[in-house]
């Protein structure tokens, strides 16, 4: 990571104070995101959740930001399971997937069931997950890397330097490919 994340979270605050006082919603809950990533990056767990859920509170009250709850359910399950908040975790995963669901966005649906997946699947996963959860993970892990690949197809001649593309950044694109 380059520049200094002190500096970083002066110019977050900066902005906040800004946007809180003569803007709409949008421009804050961008702030809390990108301040949440940057603490999250940094280790920085509590402190990255309560941002992320300011954001999220935000979102959550303005109607037409409903992908960004997504979005913002999809940044809070991988923080929650990164501090082994597995129930919380699943909470949001399940609410991710319901709003992408009722918005047709596959890949919202990919990104957020391979998360799921990875939620219940993996070593460092919720050890008080059920079989039925695993069978429905394992599932969902499957649905993901179909809809992955569909998707990824048809934007692999635009991305440069489309074969060293590891499955995370693949996923990133995707959302990309969705916003432009």
Not at 27 to 34: A, E, K, P, Q
Not at 150 to 155: A, G, V
């Amino acid at each position: 990571m380059k520049g200094d994340p002190k500096v970083a979270a002066s110019y977050f605050k900066q902005a906040e104070d800004i946007f809180s006082k003569s803007s709409n919603n949008m421009f804050l809950i961008g702030v809390h995101y990108t301040w949440a990533t940057l603490l999250m990056n940094q280790n920085e767990n509590l402190d990255a959740l309560a941002k992320f859920q300011v954001a999220y509170t935000l979102a959550k009250e303005s109607i037409p930001f409903q992908t960004v709850v997504a979005s913002l359910c999809y940044k809070l399950a991988v923080l929650h399971t990164r501090m082994d908040l597995f129930k919380e975790a699943k909470e949001r995963l399940k609410e991710g997937m319901t709003i992408s669901e009722n918005h047709k966005r596959e890949e919202f649906i990919a990104r957020i069931g391979r998360q799921w997946a990875l939620t219940i699947l993996t070593i460092d996963a919720d050890p008080t997950s059920t079989d039925e959860e695993k069978d429905m993970a394992a599932e969902m892990k499957k649905t993901s890397e179909d809809i992955r690949q569909r998707l990824w197809e048809q934007i692999n001649p635009y991305v440069k330097d489309a074969s060293n593309v590891q499955e995370e950044e693949q996923y990133r694109w995707l959302l990309a490919a969705w916003y432009r």
